[in-house]
């Protein structure tokens, strides 16, 4: 069952484009990935989920329901959280989170219960009388996710969640997210344009370039795993260079801040993963570190926006890092 | 703008005339001459309307300039209920505004002719109607306020752009050689319309013709349809910001 189903959703500005024939498909229970550059199309597609616009055709469903014509019944199920917090400035978090709460349904006690709450599991507990103009914009993000889940949505709408987040706190928040779904069985759907963000929390993935899905699945199954480009670190990697760079089907070794990087021609990968650790135990070497030189959704997007290889994408926005084949 | 409202009361206050006979009766002659003079030349005037306008214009244009009204969208609520609960809100404060100097104005008159418990009762349903018909032609007022707000969406922009339609509606087309009787198409005009509908013993109201139940229906129904408009454009309205 899909939680969220589009069918040739289309948004024009005027003239402009601005989103074309989307037909997501976001499964029950899913942490899914809305992912593409600056531009993309991903949050007017948010706020057509959400019905701050109006799609200029196309449909909508969520749970099954209509949207625009069932927005109630879908909203009751639902928690959206901005991409820039939105919140009444002259409110303190307190009278905030109970003033969303009661707009979500709950009764004034039982806002003043799950406001308590929140506060706590958000992080913002000892500022819960502070006026929100007072804030910094990733306690603000803090304030506008615990708004987002006051109601108990059943599907989380999050546009650019970690966008104020410092390190720590976007660690925090994906450990919460990843919570979220596994123990409590919430969908989310996530936008962001941080390749290593939604690799790391999401098992489903859309990839959204001008206003079109160029890719759609889970993570797992849009990966190959004909990777053939390794790093490597090791107890003693002079000796593994001299190993490697006998080998025939060795194409390329380089060495870069202490990490080997080997490409390896795909058919002889065999030889080379039955060898390789032969080798390391028969000589009493460590390996520290074994892993594909590119993440395997970096891959996926290389593949689609046809990037030059041994573009590093990881940890970088990639909004500002793509370099296009011309 | 409390403060504003209160002058009238303290005019009152440095002016009244003197006192020649006291009690219930003539307090309520006097609090029927004094509440249509203060609503005539003030509260209903260029000062009130303003301050009507302000307090209506800002009550959605505010929610679509801040962003917070996706936050209202996103949750179950009709869009007609943030709409009537915006304008009812705003109502609610100009009764506050309004009620409380006609509040004080009674107390203080009652006061001067010592006509005690008696002329609180007696001054009352006079009190309420002075309110109503307040209420009547500042929610038409507000209605369209509400209207070029969600159109204009910036509070101030709104508020200027409402301020100077009815300026032009009551100052500037009457005043056209089409129309008769320019003066009748000012709301201060309108008020003593109104008032003589039950201020049946200040008899200086005469001079303002028109049936009272036919501006009570043409008020009445610019509110509906304000009211109506103003959840289309919500209706049709997309929030970029």
Redesign the interface.
């Known amino acids: 069952m899909y939680i969220i189903e589009t069918h040739k959703l289309t948004k024009f500005f005027g003239k402009r484009n601005v989103v074309y024939h989307l037909d997501l498909k976001v499964p029950k229970g899913s942490i899914y990935g809305f992912l593409g550059p600056n531009g993309a199309g991903k949050t007017t597609t948010i706020?057509m989920l959400?019905?701050?616009?109006?799609p200029t055709y196309g449909e909508i469903k969520i749970f099954g329901l209509d949207m625009p014509r069932d927005r109630?019944?879908i909203?009751?199920r639902?928690g959206?959280m901005?991409e820039?917090p939105?919140?009444?400035?002259e409110m303190n978090i307190f009278e905030f989170l109970i003033y969303?709460g009661r707009?979500?349904?709950l009764s004034k006690e039982e806002a003043r219960e799950k406001t308590k709450e929140l506060l706590a599991y958000v992080g913002v507990g000892k500022l819960a009388f502070n006026k929100i103009k007072e804030l910094s914009s990733g306690q603000k993000q803090r304030v506008s996710f615990a708004?987002a889940l006051i109601?108990e949505p059943e599907l989380l709408i999050l546009d650019e969640p970690t966008a104020n987040l410092d390190p720590l706190g976007r660690i925090e928040f994906i450990g919460k997210l990843i919570e979220l779904a596994k123990k409590e069985g919430k969908t989310i759907f996530i936008s962001s344009h941080i390749v290593s963000e939604i690799e790391r929390m999401c098992n489903y993935v859309g990839i959204i370039n001008q206003g079109r899905l160029i890719a759609q699945g889970k993570i797992s199954e849009l990966t190959r795993i004909e990777e053939n480009e390794y790093d490597i670190l090791t107890s003693d990697n002079e000796r593994v260079i001299d190993f490697l760079s006998e080998k025939s089907y060795v194409r390329e070794l380089w060495e870069e801040d202490n990490i080997l990087h080997a490409r390896i021609e795909p058919r002889f990968l065999e030889e080379f993963f039955l060898q390789f650790p032969h080798y390391l135990a028969s000589e009493g070497i460590k390996l520290k570190l074994f892993k594909p030189h590119t993440s395997p959704l970096e891959r996926i997007l290389m593949e689609k926006f046809n990037i030059e290889v041994g573009t590093r994408l990881e940890n970088l926005r990639f909004g500002f890092c793509i370099k296009m084949k011309s | 703008m409390l403060a504003i409202m209160f002058l009238p009361v303290v005019v009152y206050f440095f002016t009244h005339g003197e006192i020649t006979e006291y009690g219930a009766k003539p307090l309520e002659r006097e609090f029927q001459i004094v509440m249509s003079s203060s609503l005539i030349n003030f509260w209903v005037s260029i000062i009130g309307q303003l301050i009507a306008i302000i307090i209506m214009s800002d009550l959605l244009a505010s929610e679509i300039d801040r962003g917070t009204m996706r936050l209202l969208l996103v949750k179950p609520i009709k869009k007609s209920e943030i709409v009537l609960g915006k304008f009812f809100a705003g109502m609610s404060s100009l009764a506050i505004l309004y009620g409380l100097p006609f509040l004080v104005m009674q107390i203080y008159s009652t006061l001067l002719y010592k006509a005690g418990f008696e002329g609180i009762t007696t001054t009352f349903n006079d009190l309420l109607f002075a309110l109503g018909v307040t209420l009547l032609l500042l929610g038409s007022l507000g209605a369209f306020s509400m209207l070029l707000s969600v159109a204009i969406a910036r509070p101030l922009y709104a508020s200027l752009a409402s301020f100077a339609v009815i300026f032009v509606v009551q100052y500037i087309l009457p005043n056209l050689p089409f129309f008769d009787d320019p003066e009748r198409f000012n709301l201060s005009y309108q008020i003593g319309v109104l008032l003589k509908k039950s201020f049946t013993l200040h008899t200086g109201l005469d001079i303002y013709k028109g049936d009272p139940n036919v501006s009570a229906t043409f008020f009445l129904s610019v509110i509906i349809l304000g009211i109506i408009f103003t959840l289309l454009a919500i209706y049709r309205k997309e929030y970029e910001g």
């Open positions: 706020k959400t019905n701050a616009l109006r109630i019944r909203m009751e639902v959206y901005p820039v939105i919140a009444y400035e969303i707009l979500s349904g708004a109601g």
